[in-house]
């Protein structure tokens, strides 16, 4: 039986699921107790279908991409795919089956439409606080015991009975049970919307027309993939890059990366990476293919929505024990560490064969500062602040990189405003902007890193996690790597000092921290780039007088006309 | 003699007029828009329609000078000036990326490049206190600059001057003493709130518009003026009040968006006469579909927006814009069908229009289904050609293995699920249920859809305006006018003293009240809504209360409570409180037309003009064309049904009641069964 199924009924389908997903994210987010959810964006829903293939994806984090379907077919293989009942609602967070942090929480619930187990719902979001040694997420654990409670799928609902010994479990266990359990309840919320909007698809449209949509859409988002990775040529591309360190100190940490195009298949290989390492940079394997689809979505039909048709034409391998494919008890709090690294690493790989497509690399990590403390205005009442940090990306075959960007496993995180960052904390940003030549030079230039600087109030304690000083973003086809992050202590007094990571450092009133991210790397010689457009960026001041000249060969009069003579000359010497 | 409220919406294309009479009669009129001096549009459209100006009684205009110059970056050169230090802020624009899966991806240009924005040395703190007072020698080398360059306006943002405007005020008056003609605009003055980026963005915005709005709204005067107009002129500004042309001269971005809220402000006024206290309002055009909401008699107004891309802190109705018109395309991938969000445009535009568009659009399948006639628009001055239209379809419709009409319901069909869907979407973030709610619909697309859109959603009665081409300028004449003041004020709730909430209240409201009154409304016609900006301590956003009952703060935080519940589905009632910002809007009532108004055509002739064989559900069905204009007041038409007017097209599938009502407004709901 071949059954065909009418295009418009298919694609008021599709826009059906694409827009559960959506309510099912502003629901979410509507409901939501932490910031950390309804302002940073930390979580993704999903509708799925009875197999646990994805109809529909909302992101806030990219690095969820198509995550979720796993959490639902670990649920199965763990119960059995008969044992789910109506109103069941599941949990697990295991940093070794879903992939990411503990923080990062997932929720699924099955839909069932007359008497039928039709599909599932999961929403996950990140718990701010789950029990762990320190607040949040430490930054020193070695063990994932240290890092908060550990789930694998267990029900916390069943037959519609919240399991309460399990939510007093849950809110025993945090340091903010109460916003844990109301952001618990929003997850559950938004489930239940995909479930009733579902439901009501189903009630207009039928069980068997929505499958036959199903697999129309599915063929329709798998061609079009296959359509254009077929036209990349066929090869074996490689690129690697190190990170600093583990967090606690380590040797340098290699990251290598083989891509293979092979007709209309593309396999990513990691083997020739690091080991799982003391410290807390693991990562579950779930992760890890989340982060390599965020790459190839990068490359390959960015713009079209995800389903269970998506990234069949990909497959991850990584050997297990290695830093991607991490087994218990490694520690997985920065998780994300060596994903920003891996993601930059995929375009690099492919940057011959793609050049129209692929940019240098960008800064690199969130570059993460806390400050702890007590507030002396507000009668000594506890603080954290908790910020990533803006840098450079790369530059692309037409195009500068972006100038002070956040980095590419973050949703769409806004730097903290000094003016609430003064008034919410005791420390002023008395410095904030552009770091002068830190863009990698190239025809077309990276883009620049910045500084902002602290000033302590009163005493506190510092927390630090910058990357990347190592591998700094790199350029291609010529273009310069970009300048590396530094973070300094009291600068331009007797006891400045240096360093990238800390963990409760001591502060007293009137110290200053200077935190700096790097740049974003050049794209193609920078000799060869418009002699006008850095005379621009000079007056701009993206990059300095002497810059324009030792980077770009482009001699400036003082009034910043430009010399020719001088800079033809220049320029030739350059390019020889 | 007769006196007229007229109102005037110029936009891209069309400057709409609609003008009431004391008698109650109303009428519209629809003159082209001069782009190059849209003042003389005006006075045209007033000229052919108003037979004494000197008894108009009031104007009202909405105006996108403004808009056009920031949209099409043709305002004026600005000069940026910030607190030494920090003044990258601007530029760095809070380094968040809007797009996430991009490795090109590129911030919205802003309206000063860096090397237009300068520093001066100055701190102050958080508290207010001054740390560093302002070094005048800095703005030596700045003025220089500006002298130099010709720069004609600057704007000034220092940090924390939403608490302490102190050195903003200086800077004006040290820039204004060597450069009495400058343009300088504050940021408290235009945002009394904080956030350095969206403060600074905000006034640079208004700086960027300013002596071109000032130039266009001096040239209205003295024109309007020369045809004997004697009443004081308004502007429409973007939070649905109007102010006079003087005030609106000095923010002149509060006037950004004046066009399109007149539609919203005509669903509150509809909203009060109907007795239907929440309202979606659609307003479909060629390209795009707007949405607004009336919430128990109220619009929906939002203190902050974003405009491609960049964030202006004002007062505003919140309208939600979706890419979905008549002009939107039909489009094959992989073997679907798609529809929008790309729209055919101006040019070429619908098929039908014969101007060498081959792509069938939403405009061409309404055509095609005879839902819209081939002399439906324009009062039949255009003639749409059916027969391009059928081949594109066809042609388009092959090559997926429909029919014609198959494939364009199709495309009807997608499009409204995807206006509905986007609608549950908005009205889900808003914690509100569509199905609660009446459906407004206007526009030149708006009445041909609407009935589509209500059953998607589940809303049991639609309501077509009269006029729905001229909704927003009729909306204009319902308004008051309004002046918003802000005050940060950022304080735990239960550190607040007795007094001190309404002290500051009667600061803003003195502020209010003279400026009010300085636009000429009396004093017994002045009235005040407070509100506050207030969340649980922590949390990054707010929301906004309406607190007008009094002081007494253990009911505000119950207020606050309530709508924390509404709006997010949970409330803490033993989590702390702070207020964030003291918001006072000053209204000075405005006398309007009162009673029903009526028709200007005689109702004697038959509103019959004909019948159609529209398609409905993939079935010929003879269906009447209605002339709306010669519809009785009163009367009931049965489905289905076409409804004509100059501006839209009502479209009423089968299976429904009609009703004009005593207003005019057409009334549809499910029928019997």
């Known amino acids: 039986m071949d059954k065909k199924i009418n295009p418009i009924t298919t694609e008021i389908i599709r826009n059906a699921f694409v827009s559960i997903a959506q309510d099912m994210n502003a629901t979410l987010i509507r409901s939501a107790y932490t910031p950390i959810i309804y302002e940073g964006k930390d979580c993704s829903v999903a509708l799925l279908d009875e197999n646990g293939d994805v109809l529909g994806q909302s992101l806030g984090l990219p690095l969820f991409l198509g995550n979720l379907e796993i959490c639902v077919k670990l649920i199965a293989d763990k119960i059995g795919w008969d044992a789910f009942k109506p109103g069941d609602v599941f949990y697990m967070n295991d940093s070794y089956m879903t992939g990411t942090h503990l923080n990062d929480s997932t929720i699924v619930t099955p839909i069932f439409w007359n008497n039928k187990r039709v599909g599932f719902t999961a929403a996950r979001a990140h718990w701010l606080d789950i029990g762990a040694k320190d607040p949040g997420a430490p930054m020193d654990s070695h063990e994932i015991y240290q890092e908060g409670m550990r789930w694998g799928p267990t029900r916390i609902y069943e037959s519609g009975e919240p399991r309460e010994e399990i939510l007093d479990f849950f809110k025993r266990n945090s340091r903010f049970g109460y916003g844990l359990i109301g952001d618990m309840n929003a997850q559950i919320a938004a489930c239940r919307t995909g479930e009733n909007r579902f439901q009501a698809v189903l009630n207009r449209f039928g069980h068997e027309t929505v499958i036959l949509a199903r697999d129309e859409i599915f063929r329709q988002s798998e061609k079009l993939e296959r359509d254009t990775v077929q036209n990349i040529p066929d090869g074996v591309y490689t690129a690697e890059g190190t990170l600093d360190d583990d967090g606690l100190g380590s040797d340098p940490i290699p990251i290598k990366v083989e891509v293979q195009i092979s007709g209309d298949e593309m396999t990513v290989d990691l083997a020739g990476s690091a080991n799982q390492t003391h410290g807390p940079i693991n990562c579950g394997f779930a992760q890890t293919i989340s982060a390599v689809r965020v790459a190839f979505k990068l490359l390959v039909n960015p713009n079209r929505p995800v389903d269970g048709g998506t990234f069949k034409t990909l497959t991850v391998t990584a050997p297990e024990g290695s830093l991607f494919r991490a087994q218990e008890p490694a520690a997985c709090a920065w998780y994300f560490t060596p994903l920003g690294l891996l993601i930059d690493l995929i375009p690099k790989a492919l940057s011959d064969i793609l050049m129209d497509s692929v940019a240098a690399a960008h800064y690199g990590d969130s570059m993460v500062i806390y400050v702890s403390g007590q507030d002396p205005r507000k009668g000594n009442s506890p603080f954290l602040s908790v910020e990533p940090t803006p840098g450079g990306w790369g530059a692309y075959k037409t195009g500068d990189g972006q100038d002070a960007l956040i980095n590419n496993v973050n949703g769409s995180f806004k730097d903290l405003p000094i003016e609430v960052y003064e008034n919410k904390y005791p420390i002023m940003l008395k410095r904030y902007g552009f770091r002068t030549d830190t863009g990698g030079a190239g025809q077309t230039r990276g883009g620049t890193g910045i500084y902002r600087e602290y000033h302590m109030q009163t005493s506190s304690s510092l927390y630090l996690w910058f990357e990347r000083s190592l591998t700094p973003a790199w350029g291609i086809f010529g273009g310069k790597d970009a300048a590396p992050p530094d973070v300094v202590i009291n600068p331009g007094s007797e006891n400045e000092h240096h360093l990238l990571k800390a963990s409760a450092l001591p502060l007293q009133a009137n110290d200053v921290v200077l935190t700096q991210t790097g740049g974003g790397g050049g794209f193609g010689e920078p000799w060869k780039r418009d002699a006008e457009k850095v005379r621009e960026d000079v007056i701009d001041g993206y990059v300095s007088h002497d810059g324009a000249e030792q980077d770009y060969g482009v001699v400036l009069h003082d009034d910043l006309t430009i010399d020719k003579d001088a800079t033809e000359a220049r320029r030739e010497a350059m390019g020889l | 003699m007769t006196n007229y409220r007229v109102s005037a919406d110029i936009g891209g294309t069309?400057?709409?007029?609609?003008?009431?009479?004391?008698?109650?009669?109303?009428?519209?009129?629809?003159?082209?828009?001069?782009?190059?001096?849209?003042?003389?549009?005006?006075?045209?459209?007033?000229?052919?329609?108003?037979?004494?100006?000197?008894?108009?009684?009031?104007?009202?205009?909405?105006?996108?000078?403004?808009?056009?110059?920031?949209?099409?970056?043709?305002?004026?050169?600005?000069?940026?000036?910030?607190?030494?230090?920090?003044?990258?802020?601007?530029?760095?624009?809070?380094?968040?990326?809007?797009?996430?899966?991009?490795?090109?991806?590129?911030?919205?240009?802003?309206?000063?490049?860096?090397?237009?924005?300068?520093?001066?040395?100055?701190?102050?703190?958080?508290?207010?206190?001054?740390?560093?007072?302002?070094?005048?020698?800095?703005?030596?080398?700045?003025?220089?600059?500006?002298?130099?360059?010709?720069?004609?306006?600057?704007?000034?943002?220092?940090?924390?001057?939403?608490?302490?405007?102190?050195?903003?005020?200086?800077?004006?008056?040290?820039?204004?003493?060597?450069?009495?003609?400058?343009?300088?605009?504050?940021?408290?003055?235009?945002?009394?709130?904080?956030?350095?980026?969206?403060?600074?963005?905000?006034?640079?915005?208004?700086?960027?518009?300013?002596?071109?709005?000032?130039?266009?709204?001096?040239?209205?005067?003295?024109?309007?003026?020369?045809?004997?107009?004697?009443?004081?002129?308004?502007?429409?500004?973007?939070?649905?009040?109007?102010?006079?042309?003087?005030?609106?001269?000095?923010?002149?971005?509060?006037?950004?968006?004046?066009?399109?809220?007149?539609?919203?402000?005509?669903?509150?006024?509809?909203?009060?006469?109907?007795?239907?206290?929440?309202?979606?309002?659609?307003?479909?055009?060629?390209?795009?579909?707007?949405?607004?909401?009336?919430?128990?008699?109220?619009?929906?107004?939002?203190?902050?927006?974003?405009?491609?891309?960049?964030?202006?802190?004002?007062?505003?109705?919140?309208?939600?814009?979706?890419?979905?018109?008549?002009?939107?395309?039909?489009?094959?991938?992989?073997?679907?069908?798609?529809?929008?969000?790309?729209?055919?445009?101006?040019?070429?535009?619908?098929?039908?229009?014969?101007?060498?568009?081959?792509?069938?659009?939403?405009?061409?399948?309404?055509?095609?289904?005879?839902?819209?006639?081939?002399?439906?628009?324009?009062?039949?001055?255009?003639?749409?050609?059916?027969?391009?239209?059928?081949?594109?379809?066809?042609?388009?419709?092959?090559?997926?293995?429909?029919?014609?009409?198959?494939?364009?319901?199709?495309?009807?069909?997608?499009?409204?699920?995807?206006?509905?869907?986007?609608?549950?979407?908005?009205?889900?973030?808003?914690?509100?249920?569509?199905?609660?709610?009446?459906?407004?619909?206007?526009?030149?697309?708006?009445?041909?859809?609407?009935?589509?859109?209500?059953?998607?959603?589940?809303?049991?009665?639609?309501?077509?305006?009269?006029?729905?081409?001229?909704?927003?300028?009729?909306?204009?004449?319902?308004?008051?006018?309004?002046?918003?003041?802000?005050?940060?004020?950022?304080?735990?709730?239960?550190?607040?003293?007795?007094?001190?909430?309404?002290?500051?209240?009667?600061?803003?409201?003195?502020?209010?009240?003279?400026?009010?009154?300085?636009?000429?409304?009396?004093?017994?016609?002045?009235?005040?809504?407070?509100?506050?900006?207030?969340?649980?301590?922590?949390?990054?956003?707010?929301?906004?209360?309406?607190?007008?009952s009094g002081n007494d703060l253990e009911k505000i935080e119950h207020i606050f409570h309530q709508a924390h519940y509404t709006r997010y589905g949970h409330s803490t009632p033993d989590a702390p409180v702070e207020f964030v910002n003291l918001r006072l809007a000053a209204l000075g009532r405005l006398k309007k037309i009162s009673g029903p108004t009526s028709v200007t055509e005689t109702i004697s002739s038959d509103p019959v003009i004909g019948t159609r064989n529209t398609i409905f559900d993939g079935k010929e069905q003879t269906t009447t064309v209605y002339r709306r204009d010669r519809l009785a007041l009163g009367s009931q038409l049965p489905s289905p049904a076409v409804i004509e007017e100059n501006s839209a097209t009502t479209v009423v599938p089968p299976g429904y009641d009609i009703h004009i009502d005593q207003l005019g407004n057409i009334v549809v709901t499910p029928g019997a069964i």
């Open chain 2, 14 to 548: 069309f400057t709409d007029f609609v003008v009431e009479k004391d008698t109650g009669q109303v009428f519209t009129g629809k003159v082209s828009t001069t782009p190059n001096n849209p003042a003389l549009g005006v006075l045209s459209g007033l000229k052919e329609l108003i037979p004494t100006p000197e008894t108009i009684d009031f104007l009202v205009h909405g105006t996108t000078v403004g808009l056009n110059a920031f949209l099409e970056r043709k305002g004026e050169r600005v000069l940026l000036i910030m607190t030494g230090g920090v003044s990258d802020a601007y530029s760095i624009a809070r380094g968040d990326r809007k797009e996430l899966y991009t490795l090109k991806y590129r911030k919205p240009e802003r309206l000063v490049p860096r090397r237009d924005v300068h520093e001066v040395r100055e701190r102050i703190k958080w508290d207010g206190s001054v740390l560093e007072p302002l070094n005048r020698e800095d703005f030596d080398p700045i003025i220089e600059k500006i002298n130099r360059e010709g720069i004609n306006a600057v704007a000034i943002c220092f940090i924390h001057s939403y608490v302490q405007p102190q050195h903003e005020l200086e800077a004006r008056k040290i820039l204004n003493k060597a450069l009495p003609n400058l343009s300088v605009t504050l940021s408290h003055e235009i945002a009394r709130e904080w956030r350095e980026y969206e403060r600074s963005s905000s006034a640079v915005t208004n700086a960027y518009i300013a002596p071109i709005v000032e130039r266009y709204l001096v040239s209205l005067e003295k024109n309007v003026r020369s045809m004997s107009v004697k009443s004081t002129l308004h502007v429409m500004q973007s939070s649905g009040g109007v102010i006079t042309l003087g005030a609106a001269q000095k923010k002149p971005i509060y006037t950004l968006l004046s066009g399109p809220v007149g539609g919203t402000i005509g669903g509150v006024a509809l909203s009060n006469s109907l007795e239907r206290p929440n309202l979606l309002c659609v307003d479909m055009g060629g390209t795009s579909f707007d949405l607004s909401l009336v919430i128990n008699g109220q619009p929906e107004i939002t203190s902050e927006t974003e405009l491609e891309g960049l964030p202006l802190l004002m007062p505003m109705v919140n309208i939600h814009t979706i890419g979905a018109g008549g002009g939107s395309l039909a489009w094959l991938e992989a073997g679907a069908v798609r529809v929008g969000p790309k729209s055919a445009g101006a040019l070429p535009g619908p098929v039908c229009y014969g101007n060498g568009g081959t792509q069938p659009t939403i405009t061409d399948a309404n055509l095609f289904l005879k839902r819209l006639g081939s002399g439906s628009l324009l009062s039949g001055r255009m003639t749409l050609d059916e027969e391009i239209t059928a081949d594109a379809i066809q042609n388009m419709a092959v090559e997926v293995g429909l029919d014609g009409i198959a494939f364009a319901e199709g495309m009807l069909a997608i499009t409204n699920a995807k206006m509905a869907d986007a609608m549950r979407t908005i009205t889900v973030e808003q914690g509100i249920d569509p199905r609660d709610f009446s459906l407004l619909a206007f526009g030149g697309a708006g009445p041909m859809h609407a009935v589509w859109l209500a059953r998607e959603l589940e809303i049991s009665e639609v309501i077509i305006p009269r006029f729905p081409g001229t909704f927003s300028a009729w909306g204009m004449l319902q308004t008051d006018v309004r002046q918003d003041l802000t005050k940060n004020y950022y304080c735990p709730l239960d550190k607040v003293m007795s007094d001190e909430l309404e002290n500051r209240f009667s600061e803003l409201e003195s502020e209010g009240k003279s400026a009010l009154i300085s636009e000429g409304v009396p004093d017994d016609q002045i009235f005040f809504l407070r509100t506050a900006d207030m969340r649980y301590i922590g949390q990054e956003y707010s929301v906004n209360v309406e607190i007008s």
